[in-house]
């Protein structure tokens, strides 16, 4: 491999880009731009430059946002099959049945790719009570045991 390429705020930019349209993780698009992952890391979290570093993880936040829009496109395109040439006709029950459980399992690897991405759009977690504000919870233990003390006394009597 040829010497790592140096850290920059543009080169962060290229491969936010690269990221935000692509399944891949950040190691295969940081080995694209000969960056070590772990180099892109470091850097981001480390920038001198208060101002530049700001813009730079904003950038990355807003990638893997994108990211996750992405493949949650990718996966009506697989659901739909529009990834699959012609000929379908032409293989037999097993291989469809093959083709069809691979096609699943990459949807649902990108399901579980885009709910870690975008939790609020895509997240398996839903909140139709609280619209966002914490939930108190209510302590019963007292009423529990005045229900129970006032069960055992009106069954003696």
């Not at 962060?12 to 000969?34: S, Y």
């Not at 990638?63 to 996750?68: I, K, T």
Request: hydrophobic share 30%.
């Amino acid at each position: 491999m040829a010497q790592e390429q140096k850290f920059t705020p543009e080169l962060c930019t290229l491969i936010c880009e690269d990221l935000a349209k692509t399944e891949d993780g950040l190691e295969k698009v940081c080995k694209k731009h000969n960056i070590n992952a772990s180099t892109f890391y470091r850097n981001l979290s480390q920038w001198a430059d208060e101002k530049e570093k700001a813009v730079m993880q904003e950038n990355y936040t807003h990638a893997r946002e994108l990211q996750g829009e992405y493949m949650a496109g990718l996966i009506m395109h697989y659901a739909k099959g529009d990834h699959r040439e012609g000929g379908e006709a032409d293989k037999d029950a097993k291989q469809r049945n093959a083709d069809t459980q691979r096609d699943k399992l990459i949807v649902d690897s990108l399901k579980f790719q885009a709910s870690k991405l975008r939790p609020k759009v895509y997240g398996n977690k839903v909140d139709l009570t609280s619209e966002g504000e914490k939930i108190i919870p209510v302590d019963l233990s007292g009423i529990v045991r005045n229900f129970l003390t006032n069960k055992t006394d009106n069954e003696g009597t």
